[in-house]
């Protein structure tokens, strides 16, 4: 017990949970916005790969970081382009975008490196910096959100899209600058997971964060305090996993891999019935049939 309850533990469950954190913001300033974008974790492991291979090429962490975010931001603008300008459903598109990213940056990272050759590992960002990235994205968005009338319009687009166009505020283009801003954040985790306390790249090395980080937005009501703390929630039982790995026990080591799983999805049952979904979440807007 004093090996799972320990300060070293602690610091691993806030490591673990800085990417799910930056991940399930993005996805909140897109849900808020009324985008449903189930591409948050082709998002994570394409901003993943930009920033590994840009940290590697340049030496400089923080030019990966910034790669990771450009990358979701073209990213998103395709996605926008697709649900918003095109009016796709919003379901299949996110679901194939992610089978895309994950296919493509296997296949980028293997003609990079070749099979069976050791990747090199890169400089790291220390814990101390991306805590502090990670808490300045949150309070923007809060501030954002909550204090500014380009927040307002962001909620009165995800809840009432008619409403918003018949005071004059563009639908859509509220939606792209939401869809492409929340997947720049989301491509950004990614980048943070290598960058930091990873330094390195393997495939599906996100582990279905991004899943989680969907969930965690449930499971917040979409507001971003709750998404951050949920986040940290679900770091920590990560952190409490490995080290139970550690120990004797008779316990397949399959049950602590899913515990942190697990413990997210009984936490999204139990408050998720209490949230207050967006009203337009994944409805396509036309100004046309308004």
Not at 93 to 103: H, N, S
Not at 254 to 283: D, H, I, M, Q
Request: proline share 4%; hydrophobic share 60%.
């Amino acid at each position: 017990m004093d090996v799972v309850l320990s300060v070293a533990t602690l610091s691993a469950g806030v490591r673990l949970a800085l990417p799910v954190a930056l991940a399930a913001l993005g996805a909140l300033l897109c849900e808020r916005a009324g985008v449903l974008n189930l591409g948050i974790e082709g998002l994570m492991v394409s901003g993943a790969l930009a920033g590994y291979l840009v940290t590697d090429a340049t030496g400089s962490p923080w030019v990966g970081l910034l790669a990771g975010l450009l990358t979701g931001a073209v990213c998103g603008a395709v996605l926008a382009l697709v649900v918003v300008g095109l009016g796709a459903n919003q379901i299949v598109t996110g679901l194939a975008f992610t089978l895309m990213a994950v296919a493509a940056t296997s296949f980028i990272f293997q003609l990079s490196f070749g099979i069976g050759q050791n990747p090199p590992r890169i400089e790291r960002i220390g814990m101390p910096a991306l805590i502090v990235l990670t808490l300045v994205v949150l309070a923007a968005i809060i501030v954002v959100l909550r204090g500014t009338v380009a927040g307002l319009v962001v909620a009165a687009v995800g809840e009432a899209p008619v409403a918003a166009d018949a005071l004059g505020y563009h639908v859509a283009r509220t939606r792209y600058v939401a869809t492409i801003a929340g997947s720049a954040i989301a491509a950004l985790a990614g980048a943070v997971l290598v960058c930091g306390p990873l330094g390195l790249f393997i495939q599906n090395v996100t582990a279905g964060r991004g899943w989680v980080a969907l969930a965690l937005v449930v499971f917040a009501g979409w507001r971003p305090l709750p998404c951050a703390l949920g986040a940290l929630l679900f770091g920590l039982c990560d952190a409490v996993q490995l080290r139970l790995q550690g120990t004797s026990t008779e316990i397949p080591y399959e049950v602590f891999l899913a515990l942190p799983y697990v413990v997210t999805l009984v936490a999204l049952v139990l408050r998720g019935r209490n949230s207050r979904t967006p009203a337009a979440l994944g409805v396509p807007f036309d100004r046309r049939l308004a």
